[in-house]
């Protein structure tokens, strides 16, 4: 994993917003409708190496594929394993739940919902390994054409699969993780084999407090979080820690997040991951005061903070000099060489599904680089 060595590098949480050819297909798969598979590996190929090209562009230094071919982060997984099928509803959000007319609203703005909750019916074995190997190969020729720093690819964690895909044939919670831990396995060594970045999103370790684990209490939440961490260490056992950056959020919706379990309740847990970065919310209304968790709290010398400077909930722009100041912060808590730009969440989580604005959500971009510009001219000079 680079490091800053003379500027704020920038990067982002991995999706993105893809173009109306690449979310026509992955819709069509989704919904098991009939599709050319040549002409979707054609679709897929070009769309990654347009948004390689366009991160390149933008000055955007560690670079994703946007996750193109993805349906969604934590969704994606029933194309590429056994064992999954039928389709549940999720559970009303706690946050949301007194809300019932502001929940109409936001489905009016986004758009019906894209993907499929599925549920584990059967053992998980793998499927198609040939989607996993297509996106490295399609990621590593856009980024052989481009001038990046670096190049990430995301991976869902055990325990995001398990609060989007619940379990309905393990004979436990914990049996289910440690199934899926095995899969994933496959999945981390192989992007890491492949010379890249591995990040792991992992908002189960927050979002799923007030979302798909709101039964639990909180000390069973976090007993839980405990132990998807050590699931996910196990299977990151042959994967160098440079190569690893995991993501944490409370959700990416816009919505009151009253309910969002504190940082500093998950943060020790959070620090005993296997990773060399953490990528967080801090730019949003409900999370930005947190910056002062991470001042206060004892954290490894050689972590590397990705402060999310963009809120990826809205369509207000972030001026560059906000986007500075908020960096300039987490450099004086940890130091100029151990701080990333990097947005609270994904533009594109969902493919064809999403709150903000494709464009805009390039100009937001635009405007961390411009930031991060800032932030180092007065780091280093």
């Known amino acids: 994993m680079k490091l800053s060595s003379d500027r704020i590098l920038t990067t982002h949480v991995g999706s993105l917003p893809r173009p109306p050819a690449v979310v026509d297909y992955l819709l069509r798969r989704e919904r098991g409708q009939p599709f050319d598979q040549e002409g979707f590996e054609r679709t897929m190929k070009k769309g990654v190496a347009d948004i390689v090209s366009h991160q ?15 349906i969604g982060y934590s969704t994606y997984l029933h194309d590429r394993y056994s064992g999954f099928g039928g389709e549940v509803r999720g559970k009303v959000h706690l946050d949301l739940r007194d809300h019932p007319e502001f929940i109409n609203r936001m489905q009016v703005f986004t758009g019906p919902r894209t993907y499929k909750r599925m549920q584990c019916i059967a053992p998980i074995e793998l499927k198609d390994r040939t989607l996993l190997e297509n996106d490295i190969a399609n990621f590593r020729a856009a980024l052989s054409s481009t001038a990046v720093t670096e190049g990430f690819m995301n991976a869902a964690s055990p325990g995001v699969v398990a609060a989007f895909l619940p379990n309905a044939c393990y004979s436990s919670h914990a049996a289910y993780i440690e199934a899926l831990a095995r899969a994933l396995q496959l999945e981390y060594e192989a992007i ?3 010379g890249l970045v591995l990040q792991i999103d992992c908002p189960d370790l927050a979002m799923a407090r007030h979302t798909s684990f709101q039964e639990l209490t909180e000390e069973q939440f976090l007993a839980r979080a405990a132990f ?12 160098p820690v440079d190569q690893v950056r995991v993501h944490i959020c409370w959700g990416n919706y816009e919505g009151p997040h009253d309910h969002d379990i504190a940082l500093e309740k998950i943060l020790p847990i959070a620090l005993k991951l296997k990773a060399r970065a953490l990528l967080f919310e801090s730019a949003n209304p409900r999370h930005e005061h947190e910056w002062a968790v991470w ?10 903070l990705v402060p999310g400077v963009l809120d990826s909930c809205s369509n207000y722009v972030e001026h560059p000099e906000l986007v500075a100041q908020r960096l300039l912060r987490f450099a004086d ?3 100029r060489e151990r701080v990333m730009a ?4 994904g533009f594109g989580t969902f493919a064809g599904y999403s709150k903000v604005d494709g464009g805009i959500a390039f100009k937001k971009l635009r405007a961390m680089v411009e930031g991060a510009a800032l932030a180092s001219q007065r780091l280093w000079h």
């Open 56 to 70: 390149a562009e933008m000055g955007i230094a560690v670079v994703s594929d946007g996750e193109t071919s993805k």
């Open 295 to 304: 001042r206060d709290a004892r954290l490894p010398e050689d972590l590397v």
């Open 342 to 345: 990097g947005t609270d969440c």
């Open 228 to 239: 998807h961490v050590e699931a996910l260490n196990y299977a990151l056992r042959n994967v």
């Open 192 to 194: 890491a084999g492949a």
């Open 333 to 335: 808590i940890v130091g």
